[in-house]
């Protein structure tokens, strides 16, 4: 495996999934991890594979049966090898293509309330590239050519031909990302305010809007900004800097919503991500819990669960289990101990 502090780890886990109790710094988040690589190729801690790899190795395997179909991946120097039931796989698409959906819940997430734009954009990015393998696809080109543009602009000299072809694809891409975060937005919007509801057990109207950096017309803004740029030396205006608008009873929730209902609100759109990728994708999600439910009252912790897709599995990571009386539906889950990177079941 060769995997962050893992040097191998074989894990059977019951259909309804794994409690992994233990105290901090001992592997428990790296194997939901590990998971989310294996399932996404994508992990929600770092953008870069090289990574995720042990200290000492020269690179890490993950493989694992979810959804009855063995998939594997090994990343090396040479690059990345993707197999799925012993057939390899030619690209990141093709290997995504029948693979399984996730939702990654954390305490991190409140900072999509409180925090920058960034993680905002992220959670539209980790939903879209999902559902639509166009949105993937734009997205990544969109980076690439985003990258380069800025190279050029850092460089001092005068490359406006070459600027220019970059911007066309950052026109083509970003505008298809544009299109396509406005129409989650608008799907999520009811499914948040619904789940914001059920979480919190009041009537607390809840609104999500789309805001886009550039308005609606990507090509005449990137044309209007381009002396600041220049001046800059850095892409000012594109989907790379857009933000999610999220509004408690008509206010700003970074700056009014208290800390439970801020908390409360980061569920909400963890869930409603869920729902959606089971409309759209025509999956049930697998849900990767990352020590949330000690940070939970019992009120919220059992709405958590009852909103919950029952079918769903569900892998929970915690430093201790004394909330889990409290909580029903979880009884056909596995509990597992890890501790310094070795992971033994509980009966």
Sequence with gaps: MDFR????LDLEVPPGGAILT?????????????????VRLQSPRTHRMTTL???????????????????????????????????????RTEYLADGGLIVWMGNEDLELIRGPGEGRRR???????????AYRRSWSRYRRALRAKNLLLKDGRPRDAEILSYEEILVEHGT?????????????????????????GKNEPLTLKYLPAS?????ESILQARERETRLRQSVV????????????????????SEGQQRTLALALKLAQGKLLEQRGGKTPVYLMDDIFGELDPGRRNALMNHLPQNAQKWITTTHLDWLK???????????????????EVK
């Design 5 to 8: 502090c893992f040097g191998s």
């Design 22 to 38: 233990g105290d901090n710094a001992q592997g428990k988040t790296s194997i939901l991890e590990a998971l989310c690589v294996l």
């Design 53 to 91: 790899t042990r200290q000492g190795a020269t690179g890490f395997g993950i493989a694992g049966d979810p959804w009855q179909i063995e998939r594997k991946i090994v990343h090396a120097r040479d690059g990345l090898t993707l197999t799925a039931d012993e057939e390899p796989r030619a690209s």
């Design 123 to 133: 959670y539209l990015d980790f939903l879209g590239a999902q559902i639509d393998p």
């Design 176 to 200: 298809v990302l544009m299109e396509a975060r406005s129409r989650l937005v608008e799907e999520l919007a009811p499914l948040a305010s619904e789940a914001q509801r059920a979480v919190s």
């Design 215 to 219: 308005g609606p017309d990507l090509r």
């Design 238 to 257: 594109g989907p790379h800097r857009d933000d999610l608008d999220l509004r408690l009873h008509g206010m700003p929730a970074a700056d009014y919503a």
């Design 326 to 344: 409290e909580t029903p539906g979880l009884g056909s889950i596995g509990r597992f101990r890890v501790h310094e990177g070795a992971v033994t």
